[in-house]
């Protein structure tokens, strides 16, 4: 069936520092890939999406990029800041929002 | 404007126990989905509801589970039984249709003692 496997965290960065999180996934056809950030004491919410292969999806200086050749949807940021401390989950949507999600990678910044 | 509200935000009940977890959805969103979240783990989904009716409930762990939305819009997720292993955060995420971005809920954290 669908999955999503994403690195594990968790991952402590310093502030300004470059930051990927790794996504990949297994699916047929042509899902939508998401990432939803969770910051703490709050609901997920969607920080991105792509719904097709070579689609780039961005926010808040984030960015992600459908790549269907090597399945993968990684999550990249140039320049991190404290506030953006919070768990991270990559998802994947074939069936109308019926969302499969990976694990969640934790990121810590410190200043 | 309001969101997915989920109550009680805190849930804890014994082993054996029947509980109750509710779910306010946006108003005006077509689209109700329970998803479990475990500890360290991403959410899984449990079922989606379109308008009244259970459109998939695929991801209801066994028959303890159950879950309404009798007049399309509050949802109330049914659990009979509880087993420790049942211990988790409930999510509840609406939609505007089938096809729109989820918006989710704080949760509901279930503890079975």
């Known amino acids: 069936g669908d999955s999503v496997t994403q690195m594990e965290g968790p991952v402590t960065l310093s502030e300004e520092a470059f930051l990927t999180i790794n996504c990949t996934y297994t699916?047929?056809?042509?899902?939508?890939l998401f990432w939803y950030v969770q910051y703490p004491g709050e609901g997920l919410q969607l920080l991105l999406k792509a719904t097709k292969a070579d689609d780039k999806g961005s926010n808040k200086g984030f960015e992600a990029t459908y790549r269907k050749e090597t399945t993968s949807f990684h999550l990249e940021k140039g320049s991190v800041q404290v506030s953006d401390s919070a768990v991270y989950f990559c998802a994947l949507d074939n069936q109308g929002g019926k969302l499969i999600f990976g694990q969640g990678t934790e990121l810590s910044v410190k200043p | 404007g309001a969101g997915v509200s989920q109550t009680p935000s805190n849930k804890v009940t014994e082993k054996g126990k029947y509980v109750e977890l509710r779910c306010d959805p946006i108003?005006?969103?077509?689209?109700l989905y329970w998803y479990r979240q475990s500890l360290g783990q991403g959410p899984e989904f449990l079922i989606y509801f379109q308008g009244t009716g259970a459109a998939d409930d695929s991801g209801l762990p066994n028959d303890r589970f159950f879950a309404v939305r009798p007049e399309g819009s509050v949802s109330t997720l049914k659990i009979q039984r509880t087993e420790r292993g049942d211990s988790a955060v409930y999510l509840c995420?609406?939609?505007?249709?089938?096809?729109?971005?989820?918006?989710f809920g704080n949760g509901t954290r279930l503890t079975v003692t």
């Open positions: 995420a609406s939609s505007l249709q089938g096809n729109s971005p989820l918006h």
């Open positions: 699916a047929t056809g042509y899902p939508s």
């Open positions: 108003s005006g969103h077509t689209a």
